[in-house]
C-alpha cells in the first residue's frame, strides 16, 4: 500500500491551458482588491481562473480554513489578503500563521526594490529579505505558568534554520546576488539565534563566491534607515523578518506597493508584502491596489504565464511612474483611478 505522507503534493489543477488558484480575499481591504485582480486578469484575458474561499473571522471552528489549506493543496497556488482572527483569547490560534504552519511555507521572500516614480525615504534601494516563516517567535506557544508570569516559547530548529539559509545562499548564487546578511540577537537569545546564525554560517562555507556578514536586529533597523545600500540579501527569523520587511517598505513608499511570496516544497502564497488588513481604509476607495496587483503578476511568473505578468507590469510601472498615486503615496488618486490607469496601459500594449 503507498504511504500518504501530509508532505505529498497532490497534482495540480490543469483545464485546457488554464490554471485555477486559491482565492482568500481575508478582510478589511481584501475583498476590494481581489475585485481589481479579477477585472485586470479578465481585461488582459489571463488564462487563469480563481477558486473562491471566503473565511469566516468569527467562526468558532476552523471549517473554512481546512477548506482553505485543502483547496491550496489541490490547486498549489493562492493569492491570499490578511485573514482576521477577531479573538486575542491564547487558545484561538491566527490563522494566517496556521495556513503557513500547515502548508510547510517556511520561506517568505520580500524583494524591496524602489519605484523611481514614488518620493521615498531613500532612493535605488534593491534588498531582498528571506525571512524564516514558519517557527521563531511564531511558535504561539504561550501561557500564564503562575498568576501574573506569562511564558512564551520561540522555536528555532536545525532543519528548518539549515533550510532557510540554504534557499537565502540559493536565491543569492541564482539571482546574481554578492552578500547575505544574518539578522539575529544572538548575544542575548544565545541558544535560539545562536543556533539560527551558526547554521547560516555553516551553509555560507559552501558558497565561497558570496560574502558573508551578520547583524544585531537592532543595528539593522538603524543602518536600513540611514545607509540601506550597504544591504543585498538578508537572512532572518520569524519575527525579526517582519520587523526588517516593514521598515524595508516604509523605506519605498509604504504598505500599498511590494509583494511578498510564501514559498514551501509544494505550495506558493502570494500577498501583499507587509500583510496589512487595513481595516479603517476598507470601502472607502483610497486603499492602495498595487501590492495586491504585484502578488497577483508574482502568481503570474510563477505559473508560467510570463507573458500577461509582462503586460501587468509594465502597465502598474506606467501608472505608478506617471504619477497616478493613492494617498499613501501622497498621491490625491482613488483606487478606481489607479485601476482605471491600469487597464488603460494594458490596452496600449495589447493593440
Ligand atoms: P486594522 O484595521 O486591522 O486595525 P490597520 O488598518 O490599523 O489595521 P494595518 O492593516 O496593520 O492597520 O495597516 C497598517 C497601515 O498601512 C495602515 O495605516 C493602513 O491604512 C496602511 N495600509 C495597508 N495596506 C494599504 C494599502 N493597500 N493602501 C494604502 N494603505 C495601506
Redesign the pocket.
Known sequence: TPIISKRMPIPKAHYGGRHTVSLLPGA??GPE?MKYVKEVFVFAGVPVDFEDIDINPNADNDDDLDYAIASIRRNGVALKG?I?TRSTEAEVKSRNVALRNELDLYVNVLHCVSYPGVTSRQKNIDIVIIRQNTEGEYAMLEHESVDGVVESMKIVTRPNSERIARYAFEYAKRNGRKKVTTVHKANIMKLSDGLFLEISRDVAKEYPDIQHNDMIIDNTCMQLVSNPHQFDVVLTTNLYGSIVSNVCCGLLG???LLSGKNYGDHYTVFE?G?R??????AGKN????V??LNAAVDMLRHLGHKHHALIIQNAINKTINAGIH???LGGTATSREVIDSILKHIKIQSN
Do not use: H, Q, S, V
Open positions: 478589511g481591504i482588491l490578511n482576521e509604504g504598505a500599498g501583499p507587509t496589512n488588513t487595513g481595516g479603517k481604509i483610497i486603499a492602495n491596489p501590492a495586491m493613492t494617498r499613501d
